[in-house]
C-alpha cells in the first residue's frame, strides 16, 4: 500500500503553479516576437508549427514542450532561462534561497541584455545613413518605454 505524502502539494496547487509556468513561458515567447518586430506567421515559421499553436503557447493554454522551448531559444540566439526570469519561487524556500535565485536570473538577463546590445551596436555600425541609426534608435527607446 502506498502511504501518502503530505510534503507534496495538493494536486490543484501544483496544476496553479504549472498554469502559472506555462503563462509566463508564453508571455516571454510573445514578449520576444514583439521586440523583434515580427509577425506571428514570422514566430510560427522560426519554431515550426502553425499560428493557432503559437497563439496556444503565448496564450499559456498549451504547454510549450523543452525540445520546442529548446529550440526556439536555440533559433532566438537566447539562453532557455530567459524565459522563466520572473518565476516566483516555490513556498518552502528559504528567502536567502530564492533571493539567490533572483540574482542569478538578474544575472543571466544582463549577460543576455550585453550579448544583444553587442549584436545591436554592430548591425547599427553596418548602416551608412546616420538618420535611419538615429530612427531606430528612436524606435529602441519608444518599445522600451512600452516594455516598463
Known sequence: MIENDDTWPPDDVSKARKAAVDRLVGSRLRLCRDMLGWTAEDMAGVIGHDVARLDDYESGRTRVPPSDLAGIARNLQIP???????LISPEGDSAHI???RRSRAASEEESVARQQLSLLNEELNRIDDPSI??????MARGLASHFR
Open 80 to 86: 532557455v532561462i530567459w524565459f522563466f526570469v520572473g
Open 133 to 138: 541609426r538615429i530612427m531606430l534608435i528612436d
Open 98 to 100: 530564492a533571493r539567490e
